[in-house]
């Protein structure tokens, strides 16, 4: 079955830098990739998410790239902020009637 | 209105109890999902609802029950559960099937089984 690897499960960065946090899946079919933040204490938020036919996505201050032949996607957080810091996830799915895959997770800390 | 509305926040149950956890949304989103969550893990998918039509169980102990009154709420029903159930339990609602469009989460309530 599907399985997402994410990368690095522990991110610190000093506030103003960028951040960036990979992904890799392993079934070709995926088609669908979002990405979510939890904040402590609160359920996870979609941030930003992307679909196959797409190669980038931008919003504002956060971006997803998505490379379909290696089978990566990544998520770029420029000039970061204190409240950039939370636990963020990616997923990967194969259409609607198939289950967000998600990866284990990478807690995102932004030291003043 | 996109919240998603969780009841109680927190929640310790023995393990001969009984206890209901509640979920509601006025998104008018066509699906509805409990997830469990340990901590510093992703979310664990549990239970799919489809147009109130309970569409996807993943193999979860039949301790857990889920009920889908109307298209709006959501229910867990809980009985005899295990320490090992503690756990955030997370309600998320989406306007397709959660592989192709956004899912709106609530803020979950922690259980605690003693």
């Known amino acids: 079955g599907e399985n997402v690897e994410q990368h690095p499960s522990t991110l610190s960065v000093q506030e103003g830098d960028s951040a960036v946090i990979k992904c890799t899946y392993s079934?070709?079919?995926?088609?669908?990739f979002p990405w979510y933040k939890q904040e402590l204490g609160k359920g996870p938020q979609l941030i930003i998410d992307i679909r196959s036919n797409v190669g980038e996505k931008k919003d504002q201050r956060i971006a997803v790239t998505l490379n379909k032949t290696a089978k990566h996607f990544s998520l770029h957080i420029t000039e970061t902020q204190p409240e950039d810091s939370a636990v963020y996830f990616c997923a990967a799915s194969k259409g609607s009637n198939y289950q967000l895959i998600w990866g284990a997770g990478t807690k995102l800390i932004i030291k003043p | 209105d996109t919240e998603v509305t969780q009841t109680p926040k927190h929640l310790v149950m023995g393990m001969t109890n009984k206890k209901s956890l509640k979920c509601e949304q006025h998104m008018g989103h066509r699906a509805m999902y409990w997830y469990k969550q340990k901590a510093k893990k992703p979310p664990e998918l549990m239970f799919v609802y489809s147009y109130e039509k309970l569409s996807i169980n993943e193999s979860v102990p039949s301790r857990f029950s889920p009920e889908c009154p109307n298209s709006s709420l959501l229910n867990l029903h809980l009985h005899a559960l295990q320490p090992e159930d503690s756990a955030l339990y997370l309600c998320a609602s989406s306007q397709d099937l959660p592989g192709n469009t956004e899912a709106f989460f609530g803020q979950g309530t922690r259980l605690t089984v003693v």
């Open positions: 079934d070709s079919a995926s088609n669908y």
